[in-house]
């Protein structure tokens, strides 16, 4: 397991993967350890995998400040990998809240991003915000799934202030096309590859300065893949075409009966996609 020095000292690893030019990917939670990430179905047959485990995740340290986990602060960590790996650019991938994390690099740094993938990405890093209508209608395209009243009734609970961990449980099936028991082996994992001091400090205030990032976007001549999936809601597929439109050279694929994590709902497509797309660059 290779490991480098952050700007502060902290010891970050990484996990190589599979062949090719690298990829770096950015796990998502918000903290959530590399390993869910897996072989992102397939695609180390065509790019070597560079998975971070961000700070405090994983088999990364933990930092002496926890106000080095905002993600705004994260951004620094991504430099010091690519310096690290001796690389003049990068092709980046941000899953879920890490969408946010790969995009603040992007924007801080638009010369060292070669192609940027950001799949399902969470958006609060360019103001665009997920509603409880959002994930209402999403969940409802799911009407005729047997755990689909469980998670009707959660959403409720949550809107009305009532959440609590059984709540969110049964929202879980939601994050994934098919709730199988690949599915929910994966969804038990997460509960031991999340640092949840690390994901309280993520979103902390001061992370994000929308409009100063939707302008820096600007300048970023890199292609950039939004990919969102067809029953997601963070992003819907609605977002994610306003998200992808932020960037100069942006495009949105969804991925049909896709959740939150497409890699595992259809890895062929999500391959294909992804590969094709970095091919390009």
Known sequence: MPTFSAYDGTELAYHEKGDGEPLLCLPGGPMRAAAYFGDLGGLTAHRRLIL??????GDSAV??????????RLVDDVEALREHLGLERIDLLGHSASGNLATLYAA????RVRALVLVTPATHSVGLTVTDRDHRDAAALRAGEPWYPAAEAALGEIAA?????????????LAYGRWD???QAHRAAGATEKNADAAAAFYAE????????????????APVLVLA?????????????????LFPHGVRQVQPRGAHFPWLD???????RVAGFLAQD
């Open 108 to 111: 801080r740094r638009p010369k």
């Open 229 to 245: 999936g067809e029953w997601d809601s963070g992003p819907n597929p609605a977002h994610a075409e306003e998200f992808a439109a």
């Open 266 to 272: 259809d890895p062929e497509w999500f391959v294909r």
């Open 52 to 57: 971070l485990d961000l700070r405090g995740t």
């Open 161 to 173: 202030g009532r959440a609590t961990a059984e709540v969110w449980n049964a929202l879980a099936p």
């Open 181 to 183: 028991a690949t599915a």
């Open 63 to 72: 930092p002496d400040d926890p106000a080095t986990y905002r993600c705004d």
């Open 206 to 221: 001061g992370a994000f300065d929308p409009p100063a990032t939707r302008a820096a976007l600007t300048a970023l001549a």
